[in-house]
């Protein structure tokens, strides 16, 4: 028999790692996407970020990574490069966990900005080391500044439509314990 | 409540920076294994795509249906302007049509006196867009023909019109194209008039700019820019589009195909490529033994009748 605290947990992942799926087709799809268009949010992280904030037992770090890591691959990104930088960024958002409890939107908002500009200019910065080929600093600028705007979506997204808030005070997490 | 033997552990502390660390790590790994051996990663990369194909396929269809629809009903808001439009094509293609029916009557019998018969080398195979790279810095399409309907690494790829790319990367029913508009692509090529030799090389916008172009006060805007044979991969003489004078005084190219709707895409298979053995066949031929055979009288009919079909309008 499952208990109910457990079939929730387990529900919130797969439902993470469903929708991180459907998106990733949505970006595999061949409508539109040609040379010299401005490049649109990148939607995964956004995702990430807000269930990070909000339930972080539901994206356990091996999640995080599958799903990151098959992105990186269906994607033709360099792969595991931008997984590592979305591993170490999840990483710092859960073990700040009690802390982002108390945020308002707004300061989350501005840590879920001030993380992607940090991750972007680390991406560039490696690969520039490694000598890669990159688009221009414009372009992925406006894809940060796409991914700050589409970011209160994805909370409300996250929290209407599969109504998942910050656990309130006195909510037991799959062990029992208070969070 | 019981704990149970949950596989699920509760990682606190240093043991949990310890497996952060590890996973990071393991990723910088693959990260740099990918960057150092290519190849074998991008194979890696192409065989797993591949498994993911089919999915691909049902998902995309109904989607892409419903684009083009929507994409066809916005064209009804034009409808009226847009007959008048195709009128006045009508007119001009009915002139056409009757010096086309003309011209082929005539070259078939050319054709027939001469004894042509075209390259049986150069074929090509078709296939369908089945999704795009899914990342906006990365320019590439996938189509539903792989290693098993013989597709090889380099191929040149057109759409109806102009050149699209080549082949980078292929599993065993699809193939990836590398458009031209993408970062890593260079394509050598011939700007017509002028002769001159360029390098074509994708910087991820609408129009890629020309490189190493020898004088470029020679070029000018509206020249026709065409494949070069150089690296004898490409085929030569197909058409890619027209040089262009952007604001920024660079030379760049409005490619002839319809990069923004690639639905099907054709393959040109190219010759076999002859390896080179050792290091002085890249320099010299080798040294022929005794006299060349006489070749060039036989070949003169069949190139006169080429340029007189051309020369007719």
């Known amino acids: 028999m499952i208990d109910p605290v457990t079939l929730t947990l387990w529900r919130g992942r797969l439902g993470f790692a469903l929708l991180a799926a459907v998106l990733i087709f949505l970006a595999l799809l061949p409508l539109g996407g ?127 439509m599969l109504a998942l808030r910050k656990p309130s005070l006195g909510e037991i997490d799959a062990y029992g314990r208070r969070f | 409540m019981a704990r149970g033997p949950n596989n699920d552990i509760e990682l606190t502390g240093p043991f949990r920076l310890i497996v952060v660390g590890a996973t990071v790590g393991l990723l910088v790994i693959t990260f740099l294994l990918w960057r150092i051996e290519g190849p074998r990663a991008e194979a890696l990369r192409a065989r797993i795509t591949d498994h993911i194909a089919p999915a691909l396929a049902w998902v995309s269809a109904p989607l892409t249906w419903v684009s083009d629809v929507t994409h066809d009903f916005q064209s009804y808001a034009r409808l009226y302007e847009q007959n008048q439009q195709l009128r006045e094509e009508l007119r001009q293609m009915k002139a056409w049509k009757e010096a086309a029916l003309q011209l082929e009557q005539k070259n078939a019998r050319l054709l027939d006196l001469n004894k042509v018969r075209l390259d049986p080398k150069l074929t090509h195979l078709t296939g369908v867009v089945l999704a795009d790279s899914g990342s906006p810095f990365r320019q590439s399409v996938l189509i539903n023909a792989g290693a098993r309907d013989g597709i090889r690494d380099g191929w040149a790829a057109m759409d109806g ?28 090529v011939t700007l017509q008039p002028s002769g001159q030799k360029a390098i074509l090389s994708g910087d991820n916008s609408a129009l890629p700019p020309l490189d190493f172009v020898e004088d470029p006060s020679a070029v000018a805007a509206g020249d026709l820019v065409v494949s070069a044979g150089d690296g004898g991969i490409f ?38 490529l002859d390896p080179i053995i050792g290091a002085g066949g890249l320099l010299a031929m080798p040294p022929i033994q005794g006299p060349p055979e006489p070749t060039a009288a036989d070949l003169g009919p069949a190139t006169a009748a080429k340029t007189e079909d051309k020369a007719n309008p």
Do not use: N
């Open chain 1, 34 to 160: 040609e040379a010299g268009r401005l490049p649109g949010p990148d939607l995964l992280l956004c995702l990430l970020f807000a269930w990070m904030m909000r339930r972080p037992d539901y994206v356990p770090l091996w999640l995080v990574v599958l799903v990151f890591l098959a992105a990186d691959i269906l994607l033709q990104r360099p792969i595991g490069l931008w997984a590592a930088l979305v591993v170490i960024a999840a990483e710092v958002l859960r073990a700040r966990t009690v802390l982002m409890r108390e945020l308002s939107f707004v300061m989350e908002w501005a840590v879920a900005a001030g993380l992607m500009l940090a991750m972007l200019v680390v991406y560039r910065t490696v690969f520039v080391l490694t000598m890669m080929p990159q688009v221009g600093l414009g372009s992925s600028l406006v894809q940060w500044l796409w991914q700050v705007v589409a970011y209160p979506a994805a909370v409300l997204f996250t929290g209407y």
């Open chain 2, 161 to 188: 019109i102009g050149l699209v790319g080549r082949i980078a990367g292929v599993g065993e029913k699809t193939a990836r194209v590398l458009l031209l508009t993408d970062l890593s692509s260079r394509v050598p």
């Open chain 2, 235 to 272: 085929p030569a003489g197909l058409v890619v589009g027209k040089v262009v004078l952007t604001e920024d005084k660079r030379l760049r190219v409005r490619l002839e195909a319809d990069m923004a709707r690639l639905e099907f895409l054709r393959v040109l298979r190219s010759h076999e």
